[in-house]
C-alpha cells in the first residue's frame, strides 16, 4: 500500500534556529500534501495544503513565514520551522494523498519536535 | 463551520466488542474515514465509507452510517489490547480536500 516517509522520528533544537521535516511518498504520486499539528492529547490541527508546484495554503492563525513549506516534486515536500521557540514544540504530522484517488490519506509517522 | 465529535474514552475487556460513536455537522460530508493512532506514531486508515452506503465491514471492523443522524460508529469485533489506541474519525466533503478531525477516541483494553 501507499507509504508516506518522514523524518526525522524526533529532534531537538535549541531556541532561534531552524528544522526541516520532510515527508516522502514512497509508491505514488502526492499531487496534495497537508501539514498538521498535534498537542497532547488532542486532534490534528491542519496547518497548511500544499499541491505540486503551487504555493501552500495556510489556515487561518499559521504563520507562513515562520512554518515554510515546499513542495516542489510530486514525491517530496518539506515543513521548515523557522526561527523555532519553545512554543513550537509540538507534533507535526504530513498527510499524502493522490488527487485522482480521493479517498483515504496516507499519513507519515509524525516527527516529535521539542525546541529548548 | 464543520464540526466532528467524538465521546473521549472507551474501556472495554478483551474479547468484547468495542463501539466508537461520532457525530459530524457538515450534511455534504462525501467521505468518512476512521483512523488510528498508536502513542508517538502517525495516524494508520483504518476503513473509510462513502456516504451513498450504509454499512461497511472489513473483517473485524464494522462502520455503520447514519447520514440523516449524521452519526458514524465503528465496531471492532473481539477486542484485543492491541487494539488500545487513539481511534479518530475524520470527514471531507470532496475528494482532494484535508480532513476534519474529532479530538479523538481513546479506547483502553484490559485483560
Known amino acids: 500500500g501507499a507509504v508516506v516517509s518522514q523524518h526525522p522520528s524526533w529532534v531537538i533544537c535549541k531556541s532561534g534556529t531552524s528544522v526541516k521535516i520532510e515527508c516522502r511518498s514512497l509508491d505514488f504520486q502526492a499531487t496534495t500534501m497537508f501539514w498538521y499539528r498535534q498537542f497532547p492529547k488532542q486532534s490534528l490541527m491542519l496547518m497548511a495544503t500544499?499541491?505540486?508546484?503551487?504555493?501552500?495554503?495556510?489556515e487561518q492563525g499559521v504563520e507562513k513565514d515562520k512554518f515554510l513549506i515546499n513542495h516542489a516534486s510530486l514525491t517530496l515536500s518539506t515543513l521548515t520551522v523557522t526561527s523555532a521557540h519553545p512554543e513550537d514544540s509540538s507534533f507535526y504530522i504530513c498527510?499524502?494523498?493522490?488527487?485522482?484517488?480521493?479517498?483515504?490519506?496516507?499519513f507519515g509517522s509524525g516527527t516529535r519536535l521539542t525546541v529548548v | 463551520g464543520e464540526d466532528v465529535e467524538q465521546s473521549l474514552f472507551l474501556s472495554v475487556r478483551e474479547g468484547d466488542s468495542s463501539v466508537i460513536n461520532c457525530t459530524y455537522t457538515?450534511?455534504?460530508?462525501?467521505?468518512l474515514y476512521w483512523y488510528k493512532q498508536e502513542p508517538g506514531a502517525g495516524l494508520q486508515l483504518l476503513t473509510y465509507i462513502f456516504s451513498n452506503m450504509d454499512m461497511k465491514q472489513d473483517q473485524r471492523l464494522t462502520v455503520l452510517l447514519n447520514k440523516k443522524d449524521k452519526h458514524l460508529s465503528l465496531r471492532i469485533a473481539d477486542t484485543q489490547t492491541g487494539d488500545s489506541a487513539i481511534y479518530f474519525c475524520a470527514e471531507s466533503n470532496q475528494a482532494g480536500t484535508a480532513l476534519i478531525f474529532g479530538k479523538g477516541t481513546t479506547l483502553s483494553v484490559s485483560s
Open positions: 498527510s499524502a494523498g493522490d488527487r485522482a484517488r480521493g479517498y483515504g490519506y496516507t
Open positions: 500544499s499541491n505540486e508546484g503551487s504555493k501552500a495554503t495556510y
Open positions: 457538515d450534511s455534504s460530508s462525501t467521505y
